[in-house]
């Protein structure tokens, strides 16, 4: 008895050896497309005024000189725009130690955020305080002043700055230019004259020149 089930066990265990193995084939379930990575956002510029005052506007600009508010055109007219618009402004005398995110002058800092770039300024500041100068203009009265700022700001301007670096010298002595005050260092007066007439003057003469015949 113990004999035949042995037979038996034997003959199961030699069919089941013997059967085909049958493949399970799984299904692969279809990929899902990875979600977007999220943009990095770009870092806050940094507010240098901290203690500041609501709606005064902090003015970061070239250093003064006793016979003119700015050497640069782009920093007279934000300055102008705001007086003519009457706006509270502050004047922050930084020794042309800062510059906005975009690396330039001028820009304003407003309720804690920096806002660069004087046609931006201009058109910033008119839409929170809703100042708009041209308001008593007709179209063909706006026509010709965009005209104009686009002859001043895109040709004119460069024409100036050549000129300028063409008679540094005379720049620096004529405007009473203190380049130890303006850019806030000890150097000699000396050596930052020469610095900014064969240095500076040529680079901005060079780019300037080019604008010129362009």
Request: charged content about 25%; overall charge positive; glycine content about 4%.
């Amino acid at each position: 008895m113990a004999s035949e089930e042995n037979n038996v066990a034997a003959e199961t265990k030699e069919v089941q050896e013997t059967a085909p193995e049958t493949k399970t084939e799984t299904k692969e379930a279809p990929e899902q497309p990875a979600a977007p990575a999220p943009e990095p956002q770009p870092p806050k510029p940094v507010v240098r005024k901290t203690n500041f005052e609501k709606d005064i506007v902090y003015l970061y600009q070239f250093s003064r000189t006793p016979v003119v508010p700015s050497l640069s055109p782009y920093c007279l007219k934000v300055e102008t725009w705001l007086r003519l618009a009457g706006l509270k402004y502050e004047n922050v005398d930084h020794k042309m130690k800062y510059r906005s995110k975009k690396g330039q002058l001028p820009f304003i800092e407003l309720n804690g955020e920096e806002i660069a770039d004087s046609s931006v300024i201009i058109k910033e500041l008119g839409q929170q305080f809703t100042k708009d100068l041209d308001i008593i203009l007709d179209n063909s009265q706006k026509n010709v002043s965009h005209a104009m700022i686009s002859m001043i700001e895109n040709h004119l301007f460069w024409v100036v700055m050549w000129w300028r670096t063409k008679q540094a010298d005379n720049i620096i002595k004529g405007y009473k230019v203190n380049l130890q005050h303006a850019l806030g260092t000890r150097i000699p007066n000396g050596i930052l004259n020469f610095f900014f007439k064969f240095s500076y003057g040529r680079k901005v003469c060079d780019d300037g020149l080019k604008k010129v015949k362009a």
